[in-house]
T-cell receptor, first 111, second 114 residues
Framework: QKEVEQNSGPLSVPEGAIASLNCTYS??????FFWYRQYSGKSPELIMS????GDKEDGRFTAQLNKASQYVSLLIRDSQPSDSATYLC???????????FGSGTKLNVKP | KAGVTQTPRYLIKTRGQQVTLSCSPI?????VSWYQQTPGQGLQFLFE???????NKGNFPGRFSGRQFSNSRSEMNVSTLELGDSALYLC?????????????FGSGTRLTVV
């Protein structure tokens, strides 16, 4: 069974701080990695994708991938209360359109 | 452009009944996947359809089935409902399999089995 592991949190950070969310995965053949944000009572929304080792930046968000360590992370700079949500890590199975999701990390950004 | 549309938003059914959920993907998206989300198990993959064919299936019993129509709209059916089927059912669309694109999720159907 392929696994995607995330710390369930909650992770609490003060407004303006950097929030660091981590994810590990078991399948070395995984090709694509995604971060989704899910507000309470809402459906997940895609915020970042990453395919190659290294960093990828998009606004206040930076995704980091290390395939050798089977590790992907999401950094949120200048965290805002509106960033308070559950962040889901998703890993693609060998280019099939089948994704394994972690259980999510709940982030609380305190004003 | 219109997003992923799921109907109905909420359903209450009795054990033993069956239910059909509907999903219309984003225009131009031809791949539709279904997920079940529960507090205990998180998001679990049910199945994926592309060009009216089921390409992948998750580890769910045969009571869970689906199909896709020529216009890419998809339905999933759950027969002989059990209490444990209570969940949020999410439909996700993407352009096509293997592109590595992420999903766009619909708002989901909240199914409650009593």
């Amino acid at each position: 069974q392929k696994e995607v592991e995330q710390n369930s949190g909650p992770l609490s950070v003060p407004e303006g701080a950097i929030a660091s969310l981590n994810c590990t995965y078991s399948d070395r053949g995984s090709q694509s990695f995604f971060w989704y944000r899910q507000y309470s009572g809402k459906s997940p929304e895609l915020i970042m994708s990453i395919y190659s080792n290294g960093d990828k930046e998009d606004g206040r968000f930076t995704a980091q991938l290390n395939k050798a360590s089977q590790y992907v992370s999401l950094l949120i700079r200048d965290s805002q209360p509106s960033d308070s949500a559950t962040y889901l890590c998703a890993v693609n199975e060998n280019n099939f359109n089948k994704f394994y999701f972690g259980s999510g990390t709940k982030l609380n950004v305190k004003p | 452009k219109a997003g992923v549309t799921q109907t109905p938003r909420y359903l209450i059914k009795t054990r033993g009944q069956q239910v059909t959920l509907s999903c219309s993907p984003i225009s131009g998206h031809r791949s539709v996947s279904w997920y079940q989300q529960t507090p205990g198990q998180g998001l679990q993959f049910l199945f994926e359809y592309f060009s009216e064919t089921q390409r992948n299936k998750g580890n769910f019993p045969g009571r869970f089935s689906g199909r896709q129509f020529s216009n890419s709209r998809s339905e999933m059916n759950v027969s002989t409902l059990e209490l444990g089927d209570s969940a949020l059912y999410l439909c996700a669309s993407s352009l096509a399999p293997g592109t590595g694109d992420g999903y766009t999720f619909g708002s989901g159907t909240r199914l409650t089995v009593v």
